[in-house]
C-alpha cells in the first residue's frame, strides 16, 4: 500500500488531483462526465501554476541575485509565491487526503451543531494542507503531526468563520447574507484588526482621518490594473540590477516588466481554471447540505475573491505594496523579498475591512503592521518550506513551481506562511511539539465549545 501511495504522489498534482476531484464529484452525485470535466480543469489549472512559476523564477533569478550582491541586501529567501505553496501542499502525502477529510470533519461539526459554516471553498482547502505538510516533515514526515497541524487550522478557521460572519454581511451588504469566510489566511488578520483596530480608536481624533477611496481608485486609473502594477515593479527591480547604463539595461527593464506584468495577469487567469473546475463541486455539495440540514441557519463558506474588489482593498493594497518592498529591505531580521506574493495583497484585507468600516487611514496601519509581522512569519518558516518543496521537486514529477532558484539559499510565500495562524500552528509544532499540541487542543476545544454554546442559545431564541 505504502508503494501504491508513493506511486500515486509520484505523478504529481496535474495528474492526481483531477482523480481525486473526479471520485468527489462522483461520490456527491455527479455524472461521471461532468466530475471528470471538473477534475480535469483542476489539473490544467497546476500545469498553468508551473508554466508561469518558471516563467518567474528563470528571468528573476539572475536579477534579483544580482541586486542583493549590489546593495548588499541580507534577502536569501526567494517568494515563490502562492502557486509554489500550493504545489507544496496538494503534491504531499497530506495534501492527498486533506480534503475528503475535512469535508468530513466539516460534517460533523454541522451536524453536532459545532458550527454553521460549509466550507466550499474547495480550492482554498491547499492553506490547511500546506501547514499540514509543514508540520508533517518537520517532525520527521509524521501523519500524526501532519493531520493534526491540518484539522486544527481548519476546525479554527470554521470557528472564526461563524464568529465573523455577521460582521463580514453588515460591511458588505444584504448580496453576503449567509456567507462566511473560512480561509485561515484572510482570518489570520481579523485579530490585527480588532486589536489595532481599538487601539487608534483611543487616540484623540483620529476617526477624523479617512480618505475618499472610491475617489482615490479613480486616481489611480489604469495604475490600478495588476498587468500595469506588474510592469512597473518588474521594471524597477531591472533597474536596481543594472551595473552598467547601456542599451542592454534598457533590454533587460522592458523585459523584466513585460514579464512581471504577464505573471500577475495570468496568475489570476489561471486561477480562474480552478473556480471554474471546483465551482460546480461546491454547487453540488452546497445542494446536498441543504438538503440535509434543512430549517437551520447555515454559512455557505466562499472564496474571498468575491470582495477583493472593493474600493478600499484596491487603494491600500496598491499604497502598501511599494512600503511592503522597502520595508522587506530595511525590516531587522527579514530575509524575505516579497515578488510573486504580491499579487495576493489584495486578499489580506477581505476581513480588515469589516472591523475598520473602510476607514482608508486605519485599514493602511493594520495592514502595516500586519505585513511587517508577516514578513518575519515567512522568513521563520523558509526553512520548513524549503524542506518540503525540495522533497517535492525530487519525489513528484512536472512541480517546477515548487522549485527553489539554485542562487537562493531557502523558498518562501508571504501567502499563509504570513498568516498569524499558521505560524502560531508551525512554532507550536517545532518548538513546543507535545507540550505545543496540547497547548492547540486546548484552545480548539475552547473555541469549538463557546461557538457550540452560542449557535445552541441562537437557534433556542428563534424558536
Not at 21 to 35: D, H, N, V
Not at 178 to 189: D, H, L, T
Not at 369 to 379: C, E, K, M, P, S
Request: proline fraction near 4%.
Amino acid at each position: 500500500m505504502g508503494d501504491i501511495f508513493k506511486y500515486i504522489l509520484g505523478l504529481g498534482a496535474p495528474v492526481m488531483m483531477p482523480i481525486i476531484f473526479t471520485i468527489i464529484g462522483l461520490c456527491i452525485g455527479m455524472k461521471f462526465g461532468k466530475a471528470l470535466k471538473s477534475g480535469l480543469f483542476v489539473g490544467v489549472g497546476f500545469v498553468g501554476l508551473n508554466v508561469v512559476t518558471k516563467l518567474l523564477t528563470s528571468n528573476f533569478e539572475d536579477p534579483l541575485d544580482a541586486i542583493t550582491k549590489i546593495y548588499e541586501w541580507n534577502l536569501s529567501i526567494f517568494d515563490m509565491g502562492w502557486p509554489a505553496a500550493a504545489a507544496v501542499a496538494y503534491n504531499t502525502a497530506m495534501g492527498a487526503l486533506i480534503i475528503p477529510i475535512l469535508l468530513g470533519i466539516n460534517f460533523l461539526m454541522l451536524i453536532t451543531k459545532c458550527t454553521r459554516t460549509v466550507n466550499i471553498d474547495l480550492w482554498n482547502y491547499w492553506h490547511f494542507a500546506f501547514i499540514g505538510a509543514v508540520a508533517y516533515f518537520i517532525m520527521g514526515e509524521s501523519f500524526l503531526w501532519g493531520y493534526f497541524a491540518a484539522i486544527v487550522c481548519y476546525v479554527i478557521t470554521l470557528v472564526m468563520a461563524d464568529m465573523t460572519a455577521e460582521k463580514f454581511k453588515s460591511f458588505y451588504g444584504k448580496d453576503m447574507e449567509g456567507i462566511s469566510m473560512p480561509q485561515p489566511f484572510v482570518q489570520s488578520f481579523t485579530p490585527f484588526a480588532i486589536v489595532i483596530g481599538k487601539v487608534l480608536d483611543k487616540i484623540p481624533g483620529f476617526s477624523k482621518l479617512d480618505i475618499d477611496a472610491e475617489g482615490m481608485k479613480k486616481k489611480f486609473g489604469v495604475l490600478g490594473e495588476p498587468i500595469v502594477l506588474g510592469v512597473i515593479v518588474g521594471g524597477i527591480i531591472g533597474a536596481l540590477s543594472v551595473k552598467e547604463w547601456n542599451g542592454d539595461a534598457a533590454k533587460t527593464i522592458l523585459s523584466l516588466g513585460v514579464i512581471m506584468g504577464a505573471v500577475m495577469e495570468l496568475i489570476p487567469r489561471i486561477t480562474r481554471l480552478f473556480i471554474d473546475g471546483l465551482m460546480p463541486i461546491s454547487e453540488k455539495t452546497q445542494d446536498v447540505v441543504k438538503k440535509k440540514f434543512k430549517g437551520r441557519k447555515i454559512y455557505i463558506g466562499m472564496s474571498p475573491a468575491l470582495v477583493i474588489g472593493h474600493p478600499t482593498t484596491l487603494v491600500v493594497s496598491l499604497l502598501l505594496i511599494p512600503v511592503t518592498l522597502v520595508m522587506a529591505v530595511f525590516l531587522p531580521g527579514n530575509e524575505f523579498l516579497p515578488l510573486a506574493s504580491l499579487a495576493g495583497m489584495f486578499y489580506v484585507f477581505v476581513m480588515v475591512l469589516p472591523y475598520t468600516q473602510g476607514n482608508v487611514v486605519k485599514t493602511f496601519i493594520v495592514g502595516l503592521i500586519a505585513l511587517a509581522v508577516g514578513l518575519l512569519f515567512v522568513t521563520d518558516m523558509a526553512p520548513a518550506f524549503t524542506q518540503a518543496a525540495n522533497w517535492v521537486v525530487e519525489n513528484t514529477t512536472g512541480n517546477d513551481a515548487a522549485r527553489i532558484p539554485e542562487k537562493f539559499a531557502e523558498g518562501g510565500a508571504l501567502d499563509f506562511a504570513s498568516s498569524l495562524l499558521g505560524w502560531v500552528i508551525y512554532k507550536c509544532t517545532a518548538a513546543l511539539q507535545y507540550i505545543g499540541m496540547g497547548v492547540l487542543t486546548v484552545i480548539t476545544l475552547v473555541m469549538v465549545f463557546i461557538n457550540r454554546r452560542r449557535i445552541v442559545s441562537e437557534e433556542k431564541s428563534e424558536k
